[in-house]
């Protein structure tokens, strides 16, 4: 059973840095592709970042040279590197993983396990 545990958020201020972090368990790295999601107050949970199990990324326009996401197969983990912060990136981040094929670049439009969330707060 895979399980995904989010961690990292926080109350910052506009311009500052947070990394997130999701561990996961249950999965094999090369196996699986990898996604960070954000939901705001009354808005639609929208897709922020991808990493696949071939390791290729994808990111919203929205967070484009931004934000960086990565990830560790020898611990099981995928961060998300958030910089240069805006009001605008508030919200719960969520971190998603899903089977593919072996190192494959292919990335599911729906992920169907996730993680419990972090609240990300840029202040102005």
């Known amino acids: 059973q895979v399980q995904l545990v989010d961690s990292g958020g926080g109350l910052v201020q506009a311009g500052d840095s947070l990394r997130l972090s999701c561990v996961a368990s249950?999965?094999?790295?090369?196996?699986?592709?990898m996604g960070w999601y954000r939901q705001a107050p009354g808005k639609e949970r929208e897709l922020v970042a991808t990493?696949?199990?071939?390791?290729?990324?994808y990111y919203a326009d929205s967070v484009k040279g931004r934000f960086t996401i990565s990830r560790d197969n020898a611990k099981n983990t995928v961060y998300l590197q958030m910089d240069s912060l805006k009001p605008e990136d508030t919200a719960v981040y969520y971190c998603?993983?899903?089977?593919?094929?072996?190192?494959?670049?292919?990335?599911?439009?729906?992920?169907?396990?996730w993680g419990q969330g972090t609240q990300v707060t840029v202040s102005s």
């Open positions: 990493i696949s199990s071939a390791g290729t990324t």
């Open positions: 998603a993983a899903d089977r593919t094929t072996y190192m494959s670049t292919f990335v599911p439009r729906a992920f169907r396990s």
């Open positions: 249950g999965v094999t790295p090369n196996y699986y592709a």
